[in-house]
């Protein structure tokens, strides 16, 4: 970017007056900014503007200082190509700026105690009383607010992603249209048997995608012929990921810059949803048997799963991105009695018993040879909360599965059924229609042998009775209610609008509500979907970052133009916060520090530590 | 009977299960019966859905406990354990797609070799407001009007049904129209002594217990095993 400074600064300073008015530059002497900003050769001068920065800044390697812009870009945000988030042509000046400083973030982590309070105390901060004024006058710009023309956000179009492209049969669509719709969507998965026929894609029926089927095929058919497997490549602000998985072939196709081993992870997820189905001995029979047989007829009935479990990704799923499980939030004492009477009427055929409410774990017992893995839970909350297979028949399921992370050779039977408002009842009276799946109450009840429904149904029968009888079900259906918790409530007057907390050990994560920052305005659905999409990729940023291989990064502050961010690992927790693009990193650590703090507080509220154990 | 009016009906269990191809709206005529109520677009079943329904007959009230059962090739081989027992079922098909009668009439061969041999049949062409005859009056047979979906006649399905001893009845669960018909029927069918026999859920399930060894879905599956070696 720096290389045209000359020949385009006419150019570019005619933009920058058209454009909305830059953000206040991160930090500049007062006198200074002006200069910068209208002086036309506003661009040579920054490698100067950033040393200078930099040495003021005490870098403890002098050397760094004299890094090239584009170089740090490079280290700061890593998988930047496809998100056109912070594209170098858009970049005002301030850019360079922004990225310099997240770069000094690095600095005080590579001390051994460096942690966020030393960043804070630091020198590294001080800024003129102009610059604060103005900051704190700004402080209030929500992340994204800047960006609401949605140009360059890479998501153009992303409110249409879930559309279906119209059938063949319908009138006056012609093929290309449909071609062009089909290449209109930001993401794809394909999946293939290794003789190239089609099984699953996410868009597009057969007709339209078997050429595509057939390209994709060749490729990655000529890699494994020369023994040297086809991982990855790109295409303009397309990444293409393939996996290959024995005789099956996964393809994930992004332009929502999500890094390779994000992709790979989704597609693991795709390939696990049909061990689910098939378990693994299976699927290699049918293929050894036969390899070009077309797996659609033993999966029949499944695509619903796979495309449920393909748009939560697509929509941006943080529970995928941190394989973590979300739990509800109750007191310590309720919980307790709620495993208490869950333990108490298990019988010897339970391997494992769950009750979730809305997506969110509320109990869980389990042998104690055993846990339950979360990639296994992620499919069993895929198939009851995001596809509608189970719960729109009403009643009470049994269902086989194989899960693939506890013994991918053999099925698993569970048994299923929604709390209703009269849960006494033996005869599970049909679930009312809701709008919402906040507030449905599942009892799952996992058992090894396929004739136990009936002694599961009396766990279930037993378990309601107890709920509802010491009020547990209530307190569970308030806390549901409830919703996540807000940040006001949990770092009051912290300027973070939105953030994930991982607990490693536990491998559980919480979050904070995402209203209103990230909830749109009222019921425009379309809005709220980007909203989160936004906010989603910027997390899959800061995790692409964090978790890059050979980067053992502690701290990682970043500011774009829209936005700021930190995450924060150690090897307790992970956290991810975003905040408004104004906000200095010693507010915005302030924060991050009360909600870990809360987190701690909180902790045997927030996760399920154990659970109860037989 | 002015007197028995009054006093509590005797009350029985009647396990029941829905058997057909995939997609020929099994769930769907369940949905009705049990909730009255109907989705477009309803996603396949996995595994099975168990519902009950009370059916009241002049003389006594039959409770429905329903086996609804996934149509898919893959669920086939659990079927047995859903029809063990039984002393009813009803085996769906599509009228507008023939392949699916040929799946009932397996299904019926298999229900008359291996379930109870009291177990009462209907044979059940559903999706009747795609042909049509959809207005509800069943007894027309109209035909070959461009917007008629139908594939398989009323007289084809009927004379099976006759030959095989079964009940049968063209529905839709869509307008709801010949649904309800059809449980009462069943119902009705069911004679009294099998009644005393197997009563509430703990009765037939302990008399499962007995053949738990007859299906194994870990073994080598049936359908795939076919599919390798038809060519």
Known sequence: MVPDADAGSSGSNANDLQAPPPLPPRRMLSTERGTLQVTPAQSTPTTAVSSVDISTLSFPDGSRGTFTTSAMRAVSTPINTGSGRVSPSLGPPSGDLAESMSVMSFAPTMKPAGDLASLVAGGLNRKSRAWQLLRSQSATVQPFQTRDTGMGSGLTGFEREFDN?????????????????????????????????????????LSLINSSMGVVQTIISFYEGAKDPLMGFTAGNTRFVVATEGPLYFVA???????????????????????????????????????????????EGTESLL???????????????????????????????????????????????????????????????????????QLIFNMLFESGGVKAGGGENWIPLCLPAFNNRGYLYMYVSFFDGNPESNSAEPVQD?????????????????????????????????????????????????????????????????????SRANVQFCMSSLEPAFGGSGDDEPAKMVARRKLMSLYHQLHASMHAKHTHLKVLHCVGEDAASLAWITPIFELYCVAGPNISRQVMTQGANKIIQWAKKEEERLFIIGGGVF | MADSANAPK??????????????????????????????????????????????????????????????????????????????????????????????????????????????????????????????????????????????????EAKTYAEEEGLLFFETSAKTGYNVTEVFTAIANAIPETSLKSARGPGASHAA???????????GPRDPNAKEGCAC
């Not at chain 1, 319908?170 to 190239?196: C, E, F, N, P």
């Not at chain 1, 996992?446 to 010491?470: G, H, P, T």
């Not at chain 2, 009228?95 to 209907?122: D, F, N, Y």
């Not at chain 2, 499962?208 to 879905?217: A, D, F, H, I, Y």
């Open chain 1, 253 to 299: 196709i992004s332009k929502l810059g999500e890094s390779d081993s994000q992709l790979r992870s989704q597609l693991d997820a795709l390939y696990m949803q049909i061990l689910s189905t098939l378990t693994l001995p299976t699927l290699k029979n049918i293929f050894v048997h036969r390899p070009s047989t077309d797996l659609r007829k033993p999966l």
């Open chain 2, 208 to 218: 499962g217990r007995t053949e738990e060894q007859r299906v194994n879905l870990n």
């Open chain 1, 165 to 205: 492209i119209p059938d063949i049969t319908v009138q006056g669509t012609t093929d290309d249209d449909r071609v062009a719709l089909w290449k209109s969507k930001l993401k794809h998965y394909m999946i293939l048997s290794s003789a190239g026929k089609p099984i699953y894609s996410r868009h597009g029926d």
């Open chain 1, 307 to 377: 495309s449920s479990l393909a748009d939560s990704f697509t929509k941006g799923s943080p529970s995928a991105l941190l394989g973590a499980l979300e739990c509800l939030r109750l007191r310590k004492s309720q919980r307790h009695s709620i495993n208490n009477a869950f333990l108490k009427m298990r019988n010897d055929k339970l391997l494992y018993g769950l009750i979730v409410a809305g997506g969110k774990l509320v109990s869980v017992i389990r042998p104690r040879k055993h846990s339950l893995h979360p990639s296994d839970l």
């Open chain 2, 10 to 155: 005797p009350s029985s269990s009647v396990k029941l299960v829905l058997l057909g191809e995939a997609a020929v709206g099994k769930s769907s005529l369940v949905l009705r019966f049990v909730n009255n109520d109907f989705q477009e677009n309803k996603e396949p079943t996995i595994g099975a859905a168990f519902l009950t329904q009370k059916c009241n007959l002049p003389t006594r009230t039959i409770k429905f406990e329903i086996w609804d059962t996934a149509g898919q090739e893959r669920f086939a081989s659990l079927a047995p354990m859903y029809y063990r027992n039984a002393q009813a079922a009803l085996v769906v098909y599509d009228l507008t797609k023939p392949t699916s009668l040929v799946k009932a009439k397996h299904w019926v061969a298999e229900l008359q070799r291996q379930a109870s041999p009291g177990i009462v049949i209907a044979l059940v062409g559903n999706k009747l407001d795609l042909t049509n005859d959809g207005a509800g009056s069943g007894a027309a047979e109209s035909g070959d009007d461009s917007g008629d979906a139908r594939k398989i006649t009323t007289e």
């Open chain 1, 434 to 502: 809701r709008s919402d799946s906040e507030d449905e109450i599942a009892i799952i009840l996992i058992s090894a042998d396929k004739e136990s429904f009936y002694d599961l149904k009396e766990i279930r029968d037993k378990v309601a009775q107890q709920l509802s009888k010491n009020g547990s079900l209530t307190i569970i259906k308030a806390a549901a209610a409830g919703g996540r918790p807000k940040i006001p409530a949990i770092a009051a007057g912290a300027q973070i609008s939105h953030f994930l907390y991982k």
